[in-house]
């Protein structure tokens, strides 16, 4: 079965660095790759979605890139503030949103 | 403020008790979707709900029972529960299922109704 990992239970970086997180997967590859933001307590919430026919994506101090050769996709925040420590979740899609396959997630520590 | 709208935000009871969660979405959106949230575990999709029919239910015990009157409602009935089953349980919603991969693919979440089994 398709599984996606984030190699990183936990990130600490300090403000002004810039983040970045992986998401790796197996076996076939993805339609396209989601990332989401999530705090303690709270729902996650959708930040890029990146599709196989792109290398990158970016949003402001985001941006996401997409390598089917490696199986990966990194996520990377510029400019890192303590306002940016939340838990990141990967998520990767075959077709339909009822398709996708989330990770574990990646809680990084902003600090000053 | 998602659009998403879960009660309660949390809920204690025990094995034998009968209760329901409850979401409401204000997006116009056609699929609503319930996941479950442990901890250290990835979100594990439940089931899923396209123009108020069930689309997934991916083999989740009948200790869950889900409801979905209208797109814009979604209820997750909870009967004679286990202790294993304390977590944190998301609804969500896309425009629709198949359309939500093609367009802006993503899904909106709710800010989840945290369970405790005793």
């Known amino acids: 079965s398709q599984k996606i990992e984030q190699n990183s239970e936990a990130l600490n970086i300090q403000e002004g660095k810039t983040a970045t997180l992986t998401c790796n997967y197996t076996n076939y590859s993805p339609a396209y790759l989601q990332w989401y933001r999530q705090d303690p307590g709270r729902g996650p919430v959708f930040l890029l979605l990146i599709r196989e026919n792109e290398k990158e994506k970016r949003k402001e101090r985001l941006k996401v890139t997409f390598d089917t050769t490696l199986k990966q996709s990194l996520f990377h925040i510029t400019a890192s503030q303590p306002a940016d420590s939340a838990t990141y979740l990967c998520a990767q899609g075959t077709g339909t949103a009822s398709k996708l396959t989330f990770g574990t997630g990646t809680r990084l520590q902003v600090t000053l | 403020e998602t659009g998403v709208t879960q009660t309660p935000r949390h809920l204690v009871m025990g094995m034998t008790n009968k209760k329901s969660l409850k979401c409401e979405q204000h997006l116009g959106h056609n699929a609503m979707y319930w996941y479950k949230q442990s901890a250290k575990k990835p979100l594990e999709l439940m089931f899923v709900?396209?123009?108020?029919?069930?689309?997934e239910n991916n083999s989740v015990p009948s200790r869950f029972s889900p409801e979905c009157p209208n797109s814009s409602h979604l209820f997750l009935h909870l009967h004679t529960l286990q202790p294993e089953d304390s977590a944190l349980y998301l609804c969500?919603?896309?425009?629709?299922?198949?359309?939500?991969?093609?367009?802006?693919?993503?899904?909106?979440f709710g800010e989840g109704s945290r369970l405790t089994v005793l």
């Open positions: 709900y396209n123009f108020k029919e069930q689309t």
């Open positions: 969500a919603s896309s425009q629709d299922e198949a359309r939500a991969a093609l367009k802006a693919g993503e899904l909106f």
